[in-house]
């Protein structure tokens, strides 16, 4: 009888005094591979009293954080218009997630990242991110970051992640390149830089690693293909399409190109390729497809050209109303 009071004591304990502290217990679902788990709908904010809770095996180093579009409208305004992530810190790594190798947070509405430093893999896809904060006394393990569709537009505190091999910034608000942000990251490789940048300029740097570089969806007018090569010796996809040139740069820079054995375009976009997969605002050369530019020259005269027309008339009407006026008050 003593035994089983004693038992029921420690079952309720176990059930009651989670509930009674306040902490939210996370149950970690199962990946696809057992050091894989996924989290649902985790919420933190920095400095809260109580943290959150993940309950994961020891085996797990992959942690996917989830969030439900469904969950997080209809919780929205309970949260008092807070997101339910929105910054991804030291501490949800390594106090709330015990320090995962590999992060994945996408579509969750993150704004902040402050980098771990032993985080190996970080995939923050698709949020609204505009900062990243790093340490440049430190030394970071990074070797693989996803920050494409977010909103940064400076690239400067990204310098430290020396380690980088893949670094995927597409979607973002950068409209300029620093060299120097890239001037240490020696074993990078993989680079997709979709934005709107109107030029790039690898001069005064070295990738000797670097197999892909992506620049298409941009506004380059152009790109020094021999520059290019010389920073990335061992380049070989470098795809170049849906930018605003003229037909015979494009022509020039595919020819260059195909001489130093580089893949201009994605070849999975290809399978099924015919002229007619351009758009109608698109021209292809050799199976690559930029846009139109129009001719800037011709547009401002006319532009000039309607705005004197339209003056020469103002002032017409302006100069017969007077007349008028003066006519009428002489009698």
């Known amino acids: 009888m003593a035994y089983n009071a004693s038992a ?4 309720f304990c176990v059930l009651v005094i989670p509930l009674s502290s306040g902490v939210h217990v996370y149950q970690c679902s199962p990946g696809t591979e057992e050091t894989l788990c996924v989290v649902n709908n985790l919420a933190y904010s920095p400095g809260q009293d109580r943290l959150p809770q993940v309950n994961r ?5 992959r942690i996917h954080l989830r969030c439900s579009r469904y ?4 919780n929205w305004n309970s949260r008092s218009g807070k997101d339910l992530l929105s910054v991804y810190d030291v501490v949800l790594h390594s106090k709330v997630l015990r320090s995962p190798r590999s992060a994945t947070v996408i579509n969750c509405h993150l704004h902040t990242l402050v980098m771990p430093l032993d985080l190996e893999v970080g995939d923050f896809f698709n ?12 030394s970071y393990n990074l070797r693989y970051l996803d920050l494409s569709h977010n909103n940064l537009y400076d690239l400067g505190n990204l310098s430290v992640l020396v380690n980088l091999q893949t670094l995927k910034l597409d979607g973002n608000a950068i409209d300029e390149i ?8 020696t074993n990078l490789s993989i680079l997709s830089l979709g934005n709107s940048m109107t030029e790039i300029d690898f001069t005064s740097v070295s990738f000797v690693s670097m197999r892909e570089l992506d620049l298409e969806s941009n ?3 152009g790109l020094d293909v ?13 795809p170049i399409e849906y930018n605003p040139m003229p037909k015979d740069v494009a022509q020039r820079i ?9 893949t201009y375009y994605n070849e999975g976009d290809k399978a099924s390729y015919s002229d007619s997969s351009c758009d109608s605002d698109e021209y292809s050369v050799d199976r690559a497809c930029f846009l139109e530019t129009k001719n800037k020259g011709s547009g401002s005269f006319l532009k000039a050209f309607v705005l004197i027309l339209v003056g020469i008339v103002l002032f017409g009407v302006f100069g017969l109303s007077a007349r008028w006026i003066w006519h009428e008050m002489r009698y």
């Open 226 to 238: 021999a520059s290019m090569m010389r920073a990335c010796p061992a380049l070989q996809l470098l």
């Open 178 to 185: 620093n060299p120097e942000t890239f001037a240490r990251m």
């Open 71 to 74: 969950y997080y409208y209809s």
């Open 8 to 11: 029921f004591l420690l079952l």
């Open 219 to 221: 506004q380059l007018a």
């Open 57 to 61: 095996s020891d085996t797990v180093n």
């Open 254 to 262: 595919v020819k260059e190109l195909t001489r130093y054995n580089v």
């Open 127 to 138: 949020n609204y991110v505009s900062e990243v904060k790093t340490d440049p006394t430190q």
